[in-house]
T-cell receptor, first 114, second 113 residues
Framework: DTGVSQDPRHKITKRGQNVTFRCDPI?????LYWYRQTLGQGPEFLTY????????KSRLLSDRFSAERPKGSFSTLEIQRTEQGDSAMYLC????????????FGPGTRLLVL | AQSVTQLGSHVSVSEGALVLLRCNYSSSVPPYLFWYVQYPNQGLQLLLK??????LVKGINGFEAEFKKSETSFHLTKPSAHMSDAAEYFC???????????FGTGTRLQVTL
């Protein structure tokens, strides 16, 4: 069990550029979540997958955001035409379906949009 | 809306003193409750979770939390603070399986000599 990993850890981009983040969950976990955390706030839910199916999306996930989990393993989160308001820490978590589901978080990708 | 409220955005204690971080939840159904810790520029690490098996939950690093339904609270405590406990602590809830977490705004714990 190597834990949840995220890549890159840091990303600086210019406004209007597209960025893509990757999350590799714990290998046996079938659920994968994306959260966004801004300074001084708790993480906010963006979307989640069960296997390859995207089952829920937050209203925070504008049409510039898209997430995929093509083979039910790793996931990508893409932001198109980035805005300064997208600057945040993007956190990925994974879990295993069960009665006492617990989400385990990765180290996050910190995005700065200039 | 179902939410989590953390009272006190900053808490400062002396090393060796009791740590008490407050969390209240609002929920129409018994929630699953969690405490996570976040060190600077890192992700969240699970400290403990309440899943209705016992009202007093013991976690890692000497932390524990007590679920009190009558007070809708799930406060986090540690008898004796250590310098390494300085971090941001988040209380979170879910309504059960296949459910996103709703987080409080966090409490930054400072430990002084």
């Amino acid at each position: 069990d190597t834990g949840v990993s995220q890549d890159p850890r840091h990303k600086i981009t210019k406004r209007g550029q597209n960025v893509t983040f990757r999350c590799d969950p714990i290998s046996e976990h079938n659920r994968l979540y994306w959260y966004r955390q801004t300074l001084g706030q708790g993480p906010e839910f963006l979307t989640y997958f069960q296997n390859e199916a995207q089952l829920e999306k937050s209203r925070l996930l504008s049409d510039r955001f898209s997430a995929e989990r093509p083979k039910g393993s790793f996931s990508t989160l893409e932001i198109q035409r980035t805005e300064q308001g997208d600057s945040a820490m993007y956190l990925c978590a994974s879990s295993l379906t069960g009665a006492w589901e617990t989400q385990y978080f990765g180290p996050g990708t910190r995005l700065l949009v200039l | 809306a179902q939410s989590v409220t953390q009272l006190g955005s900053h808490v400062s204690v002396s090393e060796g003193a009791l740590v008490l971080l407050r969390c209240n939840y609002s929920s129409s159904v018994p929630p699953y409750l969690f405490w996570y810790v976040q060190y600077p520029n890192q992700g969240l690490q699970l400290l403990l979770k309440y899943t209705s098996a016992a009202t007093l939950v013991k976690g890692i690093n000497g932390f524990e939390a007590e679920f009190k339904k009558s007070e809708t609270s799930f406060h986090l405590t540690k008898p004796s603070a250590h310098m390494s406990d300085a971090a941001e602590y988040f209380c979170a809830r879910s309504t059960g399986t296949a459910s996103k977490l709703t987080f409080g705004t966090g409490t930054r714990l400072q430990v002084t000599l």
